[in-house]
C-alpha cells in the first residue's frame, strides 16, 4: 500500500513538473514570437538567465493560476455567466502580469494587449499537456476519476463501491425531433446514439407527442412538475394583471413553477437528492446550475451558479472555453455570409447580438452543464436533469435539417460520450435517459412568405393603422377592403351596432402559434363580440392562406374552431382528421380542447398552416425552424431509455404530453432507487415551501 502511494506522488509530481517544463518552454516561444514580450533585462541576459527568468514566470503563473482564480470567479458570481465568459481573457491576462512582476529583476515584460494573448496560449498549452498526460497513463486516469468520486462519497457519508442502487441521469436535447435524431443515428452522424440503439439490451427510442403548445416552457414544466396546466404558449397575455408572461424570463419562470407546485402539491421529479443543470425550471431539485427560474429569488440567484463556480474556477476550463466561444462566433459569421453568397431559402437576418448568444448556447451553456452533470456523477446523486439547448438555438436560425444543425448534433454527442465515460467511474452506477422537450418545423416565417406579420394583419383586420408596406400587401389590401365592406353592412335585428373606436389588440407568437387578446373586452371574447366591434377581423384570420384554423369562443355553440371558407365546428365535435385540423395529424383534436379550458387561452389562438407533403409551417416569428404549435416535427419529440427500464406505455398506445412523460420519469426513478423519503421536511425541498406545496416521495 505504501509504495503504492509513493508511485502515485511521484507520477503526479512529475505530471507537474512536465506541465511546468511545457510552459516555460511556451513561455520562452511567445518571448521570442510576440515583439511586447520579454523575459530579460534591456541590456541583455545569457540563455540560461532566460530560461530561468521563463520558468519562474510561468511557474508564478500556474501558482496564480491555481489560487487565485477560483477566488476571483466566485466574486464575479454576480455577473452573468455570458459576461464573464468575455471577462475570461481579461482576468487571465491580469494574473500573467502580476506573475511577470513577481519574476526578480524586472525582467519579465508585457503590454496588456500581449498579456491577455501569452496568458491564453499558456492556459491552453497547460490544459492540453495535462490531458494528454493523464490519457496516456490510463491507469493514472481511472485512479484519478476513482480518488475523486472516493473524496465525494466521504463527504456525503455514502458506502464505497458500486453496489447501491443505480442513480439516473436525464439528458434533455432542446428541439432534436424524434426523427432528426433517428436520422442522425441511422447516419452515424451520432455514434453514441448509434450504439445505444444499435445494442439490442442497450436503449430503445420512441416518439411522444407534445401538447398543443409544444415549446420548452409548457413541455418542461410538465416534464419536472408534473403540471403545464394554464400554459398556453410560450408567451400570453393575462387580462386580470395586465402581465405579458414570458417562460424565459425569471419572474415568469418562478410564477410558472410557484402554479404548478401547488397545483399538483409536489415539489417536483429530482425533490429527492436531485440536480437541475441549465433548466428553466428546478424540478424540486436543491442543487441547481443555471436553472432560470431561481435567478428570480434573491440569495438562490448565487446557490443556482454553483455549477458555473465549480467549472469557471479552473483557469484552463475558463481559456477552453473562451477559445471556443471566439471560435463559435466566427464560425456562426462565417455559415451566415455563406448562406447570404448563396441566397439560401428560407433564411432570416442573423446578425447583431445573435452570433455571440449563439455561442452562449452552444458552448458555454453547453461546457457548464456537462461539467456540472459529471459532478453531480461523481457525487453519487440519485437523479440528475439537465438541459442542453445548443441544437435549438442554432436550428431556429438555420433550419432543423441543415448542415449548421447537424455540425451542432455531432458535438452533442461527443458530450453524451464524455458523460458515458465517466459513469464508468462513478461512485454509483448510472441508467443515462435522454428526451427531448419538442421537435422543430421547418418552413419559411408568414412575413416572409406574405410581406406582413401577423400583427400587421390583426390591426389591419381592426381597420387599425398599419405600415404602408403592410398595406401595400396582397393581405393588407385584402383586410381594409374586408374592414370597409363589414363597415356598411345592414345591422341584424337585435344586434347593437358598434362604432367605439376598439383598443389597441396585444399580438402575441411563439413560433407558429398566435394570441391575440383585447384588453378592452372583460374575461375571454366571445366571437359575437368580435363580429359586432370588428366585423372583419375573423373572416380575415379565417381565410388567410398562411392560416391553420383559430379557436374562438362562441356564445352559442361553446368553443369553436374556424377555417376557411366559413368552415365552424364546435370544439366538442373535433375529430382527427377532418375539418381545420385535417393536416395536422393524430392527437389535434384533443389538444385544442385541452387548451380551450385554459384560464388564460387567448381570445383568439392562431395557428399557421402545415403542408403535410413538406412538414413546413409559417413561424409568426422570426425562425426558419419553429416550435410552439402544431404541425409537422415540432409536435414529435423524443424518448430513448435503458432497456432494463419499464416500457413508458403498454404497446400499441402512444404517449402524450409532458405531464405523463412526468409520470413515466417518476415510475422509472422508483423502479431505480425504490421507495424513497424526502431528504428534507416536507414544505422545505427545491422551493415548495414558497408554494404553499407539500412534497410527496418518489412513490
Keep these: 500500500m505504501g509504495d503504492g502511494r509513493w508511485r502515485t506522488a511521484g507520477s503526479a509530481l512529475m505530471r507537474v513538473v512536465v506541465v511546468w517544463a511545457v510552459s516555460t518552454l511556451t513561455m520562452l516561444a511567445l518571448a521570442g514570437i510576440l515583439p511586447d514580450f520579454q523575459l530579460q533585462s534591456d541590456d541583455g541576459d545569457s540563455i540560461t538567465k532566460i530560461a530561468f527568468t521563463a520558468a519562474w514566470g510561468a511557474g508564478a503563473f500556474g501558482l496564480l493560476s491555481a489560487l487565485v482564480w477560483p477566488v476571483l470567479v466566485r466574486a464575479l458570481l454576480i455577473v452573468p455567466a455570458l459576461v464573464l465568459g468575455m471577462l475570461v481573457f481579461f482576468l487571465n491576462g491580469s494574473l500573467l502580469l502580476v506573475a511577470l512582476r513577481l519574476i526578480p529583476d524586472g525582467r519579465g515584460a508585457a503590454n496588456p494587449e500581449t498579456a491577455v494573448v501569452v496568458a491564453a496560449v499558456m492556459s491552453a498549452v497547460a490544459s492540453a499537456t495535462s490531458t494528454a498526460l493523464a490519457v496516456r497513463d490510463d491507469n493514472a486516469y481511472r485512479r484519478r476519476l476513482s480518488r475523486l468520486a472516493d473524496r465525494r462519497r466521504r463527504r456525503s457519508g455514502a458506502d464505497s463501491g458500486r453496489s447501491g442502487p443505480p442513480g439516473t441521469v436525464f439528458i434533455q436535447l ?19 446514439v448509434a450504439n445505444w440503439l444499435a445494442d439490442e439490451g442497450g436503449h430503445r427510442l420512441t416518439p411522444w407527442r407534445t401538447d398543443w403548445s409544444s415549446q420548452t416552457g409548457a413541455s418542461q414544466l410538465g416534464i419536472l412538475h408534473g403540471s403545464n396546466h394554464d400554459v398556453p404558449a410560450f408567451r400570453w397575455y393575462e387580462k386580470e394583471t395586465g402581465d405579458v408572461m414570458v417562460s424565459s424570463r425569471p419572474a415568469s419562470a418562478i410564477e410558472l413553477q410557484r402554479r404548478a407546485i401547488a397545483r399538483t402539491r409536489d415539489g417536483g421529479l429530482l425533490t429527492l437528492d436531485g440536480a437541475s443543470r441549465g433548466n428553466l425550471f428546478s424540478g424540486g431539485a436543491d442543487q441547481l446550475a443555471l436553472v432560470l427560474s431561481m435567478a428570480a429569488r434573491l440569495g438562490k440567484g448565487r446557490h443556482s451558479r454553483a455549477g458555473y463556480f465549480a467549472y469557471f474556477s479552473d483557469p484552463a476550463n475558463a481559456v477552453r472555453t473562451a477559445l471556443s466561444f471566439v471560435a463559435e462566433v466566427c464560425r456562426e459569421i462565417g455559415q451566415s455570409t455563406r448562406a447570404r453568397i448563396r441566397k439560401d431559402t428560407p433564411r432570416i437576418k442573423r446578425g447583431g447580438l445573435y452570433p455571440f448568444i449563439r455561442a452562449f448556447a452552444t458552448v458555454v451553456e453547453r461546457d457548464v452543464v456537462v461539467a456540472a452533470v459529471i459532478g453531480d456523477m461523481f457525487a453519487g446523486r440519485t437523479a440528475v436533469y439537465a438541459d442542453l439547448v445548443a441544437y435549438d438555438e442554432v436550428a431556429h436560425h438555420s433550419g432543423p435539417h441543415s448542415r449548421d444543425a447537424e455540425k451542432v448534433l455531432a458535438r452533442l454527442d461527443r458530450s453524451l460520450a464524455l458523460i458515458v465515460k465517466v459513469a464508468e467511474h462513478t461512485p454509483r452506477t448510472y441508467r443515462i435517459v435522454l428526451l427531448s422537450d419538442h421537435g422543430q418545423s421547418p418552413g419559411e416565417t408568414f412575413a416572409g412568405a406574405y410581406g406582413l406579420t401577423l400583427k400587421n394583419l390583426v390591426r389591419a383586420g381592426c381597420g387599425l393603422p398599419v405600415p404602408r408596406r403592410a398595406q401595400r400587401t396582397r393581405s393588407g389590401s385584402e383586410a381594409r377592403d374586408a374592414v370597409r365592406i363589414a363597415l356598411h353592412r345592414p345591422v341584424e335585428e337585435g344586434e347593437v351596432e358598434h362604432r367605439a373606436k376598439p383598443s389597441d389588440p396585444v399580438v402575441l407568437a411563439s413560433g407558429n402559434l398566435g394570441l391575440i387578446s383585447f384588453p378592452d373586452i372583460e374575461g375571454r371574447a366571445s366571437r359575437e363580440q368580435l363580429d359586432r366591434s370588428r366585423p372583419a377581423l375573423l373572416a380575415t384570420l379565417a381565410n388567410h392562406p398562411g392560416i391553420g384554423f383559430l379557436l374562438v369562443r362562441s356564445e352559442r355553440h361553446g368553443s369553436v374552431v374556424l377555417g376557411r371558407g366559413g368552415t365552424e365546428v364546435p370544439v366538442s365535435e373535433l375529430k382527427d382528421g377532418e375539418g381545420p385540423l385535417a393536416p395536422f395529424g393524430p392527437g389535434a383534436a384533443a389538444a385544442v380542447r385541452r387548451t380551450d379550458t385554459f384560464p388564460h387561452v387567448a381570445d383568439i389562438m392562431v395557428n399557421s398552416m402545415h403542408d403535410g407533403a413538406t412538414g413546413c409551417v409559417h413561424a409568426f416569428e422570426e425562425q426558419i425552424g419553429s416550435h410552439g404549435g402544431l404541425g409537422g416535427e415540432q409536435s414529435r419529440p423524443f424518448l430513448l431509455w435503458s432497456a432494463d427500464l419499464s416500457a413508458p406505455v403498454a404497446e400499441g398506445t402512444e404517449l402524450v404530453g409532458a405531464e405523463q412523460v412526468h409520470e413515466v420519469l ?34
Excluded at 417518476?666 to 425504490?674: A, N
Excluded at 424513497?676 to 416521495?697: C, D, F
Design 174 to 192: 432542446d428541439g432534436v425531433g424524434h426523427d432528426v435524431l433517428a436520422r442522425a443515428a441511422e447516419s452515424r452522424l451520432m455514434p453514441t
Design 666 to 699: 417518476r415510475r422509472w426513478l422508483r423502479e431505480c432507487s425504490g421507495p424513497q423519503i424526502p431528504l428534507a421536511p416536507p414544505g422545505v425541498v427545491g422551493g415548495a415551501e414558497e408554494a404553499g406545496g407539500t412534497v410527496r416521495t418518489a412513490g
